[in-house]
């Protein structure tokens, strides 16, 4: 398997549910990162996991809360969101946190209503 | 922190032109630079990727330079194909600090049949 796979692929939240997004890979890579992007603008950092443990956090609100259960798999909790935080989630994967490429898996359309 | 100027900002190219978007980087730390591009909807894909200690690398088509002295590098892409249309980051990074990617604004490049 050479593929970072993210479910759900489209998700409509209202602001007080809870939910989570999933991401997987079986490639060994041993860092996993969360990222935001919105419409016509980059990716944007929103945490590392490196040997399934928090390495980074990007200043990220509380409402997001991420998880990693294991090496091949990363949750991002989502609870009490905002409209504003409507986006496409993207989930990477490298070998190491030191290592260079990251492969992005096709994302999460995330909607706030 | 480290911060990643792209230019320009939208391309459009007859097919079978050549293609060129610049970033400038600020941090003369950064010694890992990749490209992705991302098709409407899809997920960001690494395209080409150069290391401090080169100053070119090419893959068929698709080449990208880098000057270390005046902390810039470009991505050429020669006899561009309608396919070739995307959004194309720039991304600049340190390593042993986490893999965090710092990138560019984005180049969204039409290619005119």
């Known amino acids: 398997d050479t593929e970072v796979t993210q479910t759900p692929k489209h998700l409509v939240m209202g602001m007080t549910n809870k939910k989570s997004l999933k991401c997987e890979q079986h490639?060994?890579?041993?860092?996993m990162y969360w990222y935001k992007q919105k419409a016509k603008k980059p990716p944007e950092l929103m945490f590392v996991?490196?040997?399934?443990?928090?390495?980074i956090n990007e200043s990220v609100p509380s409402r997001f809360s991420p998880e990693c259960p294991n090496s091949s798999l990363l949750n991002l909790h989502l609870h009490a969101l905002q409209p504003e935080d409507s986006a496409l989630y993207l989930c990477?994967?490298?070998?190491?946190?030191?290592?260079?490429?990251?492969?992005f898996g096709p994302g999460t359309r995330l909607t706030v209503t | 922190g480290e911060n990643v100027e792209q230019h320009p900002s939208t391309l459009s190219v007859q097919e079978g032109d050549s293609a060129v978007i610049k970033c400038t980087y600020s941090?003369?730390?950064?010694?890992?630079f990749p490209w992705y591009k991302q098709e409407l909807g899809k997920r960001p894909q690494l395209i080409i990727d150069i290391r401090s200690n080169v100053g070119e690398k090419k893959d068929q088509r698709i080449a990208v330079t880098l000057n270390k002295t005046a902390k810039h590098f470009s991505l050429h892409i020669t006899e561009t194909q309608p396919e070739d249309s995307a959004v194309y980051f720039c991304?600049?990074?340190?390593?042993?600090?986490?893999?965090?990617?710092?990138f560019g604004t984005g180049t969204s490049l039409t290619v005119i049949p």
């Open positions: 941090d003369s730390a950064s010694n890992y």
């Open positions: 991304a600049a990074s340190i390593l042993g600090t986490g893999n965090q990617f710092y």
């Open positions: 490639m060994g890579h041993r860092a």
């Open positions: 990477a994967s490298s070998l190491q946190s030191e290592s260079y490429e990251q492969y």
């Open positions: 996991y490196s040997y399934e443990k928090l390495s």
